[in-house]
């Protein structure tokens, strides 16, 4: 059973904004668990490999973007509720995914990576469509 849940995706028209969350399936994973955690963000369109987005530090001062999103996308986290988002603007049509979080407990400082296998706890995707 995925530890982690994503929300928050839809279909959305060209240039429009969505925002992800990603928290803890709290029947899998604790929100302890989830708070140690490096939380990156991937994507996954049909036919094409898991793709990196972007990442955020487990204290949320180190954020890292793909080059295809930079200045375009945010990941924050909200420590006090146990979520992280993925603000997403200025949307187009190549955008149209299943966008996946995932976690990998770290220290404090560590900076997260772009790698997918390198994280541990996944959830289950929520599908973004973007309408040309």
């Known amino acids: 059973q995925a530890q982690l849940e994503e929300s928050g995706g839809g279909l959305v028209q060209a240039g429009g904004s969505l925002r992800l969350s990603c928290a803890p399936n709290?029947?899998?994973?604790?929100?302890?668990?989830?708070?140690?955690?490096?939380v990156g963000w991937f994507r996954q369109a049909p036919g094409k490999e898991r793709e990196f987005v972007a990442t955020i530090s487990r204290n949320g001062a180190t954020t890292l973007y793909s080059d295809s999103v930079n200045g375009r996308f945010i990941v924050s986290r909200d420590k006090d509720k146990n979520t992280v988002y993925l603000q997403m603007n200025s949307l187009e049509p190549e955008h149209t995914a299943l966008y996946y979080c995932a976690g990998v407990p770290q220290i404090l400082t560590a900076i997260p990576q772009r790698e997918a296998n390198t994280y541990d706890h996944w959830g289950q995707g929520t599908q973004v469509t973007v309408a040309s």
């Open positions: 709290r029947r899998t994973f604790t929100a302890y668990s989830f708070s140690r955690c490096s």
